[in-house]
């Protein structure tokens, strides 16, 4: 009757597991998407445009340290770059509203050219399509801890972590929104579970 009760306890935590862990996964759709902005960055490796598509990608396949990476080279490639890249992708918003990419690349614009509110809007814009991409929430997230409002950091953090609680970088800015608040125990909490799931691939 025990070994019953254990394995009945066991299969409902792998069925929470797996209701949870599909919020995000790589499919065939984006691996493909990936493979095919990278190879139009090796034929065009000095084009902003194309360096910025591919970082952005990134931002959404949970490759976030190459997305930064990229980015980070921009302004030496061009300094007026994220002036262009904000015209170009406010036009391609205009033109196609309902398109989630474009509004992504749109609400990192926006981020870099200083204007962290617009770029939680069009973050948001894109939960109004897609209410799962756990990206969206964890962007949503930072730019709100980066301008100082730390209480919507966390509510946003949560938020994604409801939809996918394998994320590691959404543990990670809920813990660094727990520490911002003084609450270091939460935050050592968030911060271990992000080394976990790190660990796992996640």
């Known amino acids: 009757m025990k070994k019953m009760i254990v394995l009945a306890a066991i299969f409902c935590f792998l069925v929470s597991i797996s209701q949870t862990a599909l919020a995000w996964k790589m499919t065939p759709e984006l691996r493909k998407e990936i493979n ?12 902003p445009f194309v360096k910025y598509d591919l970082a952005v990608t990134y931002s959404y396949s949970n490759k976030i340290l190459e997305a930064w990476d990229q980015l980070k080279k921009l302004p030496d490639m061009d300094p007026t770059f994220k002036t262009k890249a904000l015209k170009y992708y406010i036009n391609e918003v205009n033109n ?103 660990a796992l691939g996640y």
Do not use: C, M
């Not at 095919?36 to 084009?47: A, I, L, V, W």
């Open 96 to 198: 196609d509203p309902g398109n989630w990419k474009s509004r992504f690349r749109l609400a990192f614009a926006y981020y870099f050219n200083g204007k962290k509110e617009e770029a939680i809007q069009q973050f948001k814009y894109v939960l109004v399509s897609d209410p799962y991409n756990v990206w969206a929430y964890g962007y949503i997230s930072l730019a709100y801890g980066e301008i100082g409002d730390i209480d919507q950091a966390i509510e946003w953090a949560k938020k994604g972590i409801e939809k996918d609680k394998l994320v590691a970088a959404l543990h990670l800015l809920l813990s660094q929104g727990y520490y911002k608040k003084g609450d270091s125990w939460k935050g050592f909490l968030e911060a271990t579970e992000t080394v976990r799931l790190k």
């Open 36 to 47: 095919q902005k990278e190879e139009n960055f090796r034929k065009n490796p000095n084009d």
